[in-house]
């Protein structure tokens, strides 16, 4: 089935057409004749409702028994990794475990003599035993993040494992900066997603190899009411990826192309950034960005589709947060965080 261009992009003028009801009668979804509706077709399908429940029991038992046995690996070795926003921070902690699991690194960065001390930093500690190369890129931009596909393809080949970690840490409400710089929040810490998935996941899906890894925050989420920007892009990053791996999975691709999505908390990386949250007082967990990229790549090696990379009170709080009601997180966060002023006026 094919969907014409306009179709999506119809709202030219007067030309709005209201739908009209598929089917007839009004079925209220509690009456008798609902209910008996659905118990014929459930009777009708008794071998399908079979097949269902013999599979929630055989993924509950899989689960259960998983709990207990170590988790199994795959091997990275000799493949390309491309770490956005790989010259400083969580980035060169990536790049460095990346390539000590034997994978050639693609170091991409609008830093470009940060990538290179990077790139450096690779070689040396691995002897050369793998391709390192830096590359300047800003992955906000479409042609950018185009051309830097085809300069990886041309030094070091197409990428197996691409890492979306670029991001800025912009403390930043919805009504503070200009329009200019929300926009380029948006364009850095969200549209690079939709641009490196779309000129990497073709070849990954050719070769019928890939993951992909989206960093995304604990703030995309908890909501926090002094970051809406940001929280904003990293909650959009956190359905990107979901569908992204039901999309693998659709076109069958789920035992060969893997998803990543990782939710840190804090990671003592920008000076400038950590100084302030500690000026704020925000308490939270903190850790080292090579604690942090060890969790991920341990998680990648696993295919694990979510990585919390912080200690197992937070990852059962991150997982179960959504639940809460909004009482019991406002109380959490009046004892935790604290009342964060307005950060800029
Ligand atoms: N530091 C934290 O506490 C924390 C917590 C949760 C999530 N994260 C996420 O982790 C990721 C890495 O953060 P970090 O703490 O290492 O930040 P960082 O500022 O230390 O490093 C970010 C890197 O991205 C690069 N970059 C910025 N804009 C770019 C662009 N347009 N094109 C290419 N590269 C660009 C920077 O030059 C820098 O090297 C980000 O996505 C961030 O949102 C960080």
Known sequence: MSVRKEQYFGSTDSS?????????????????????????????????????????AWVGLRHSVKLFLPAQRKSIKGQIALVTGGANGLGKALCLRLAREGCSVAVADVDFSSAQATAEEVRECTGGSVKVQAFHVDV???NSVAQLKQNIEKTLGPVDILVNNAGLLAILSLSEGTPEDVQKIVNVNLMSHFWTIREFKAGMVERRRGHIVAISSVLGMIPFGRTICYNTTKT????????LNEEFYLNGLSDELHTTTVYPVGIRTRKQFVDLMHELRLRMPWHSPEYVADRIVDGVLENKTDVVPSYFYVRIFIKYFAILPTTFIR????????????LTE
Do not use: C, W
């Open 16 to 56: 709005y057409e209201a739908a009209v009801k598929h089917h007839s009668g009004t079925k209220s979804l509690f009456s008798i004749n609902r209910l008996e509706e659905v118990l014929k077709a459930i009777l009708l399908d008794v071998p399908k409702v079979f097949k269902l429940l013999l599979l929630v």
């Open 331 to 342: 109380l959490y966060s009046d004892i935790f965080v604290g009342k964060v002023p307005q």
């Open 140 to 142: 906000g931009d479409f």
């Open 236 to 243: 959009a990053i956190n359905g990107l990826m979901a569908s």
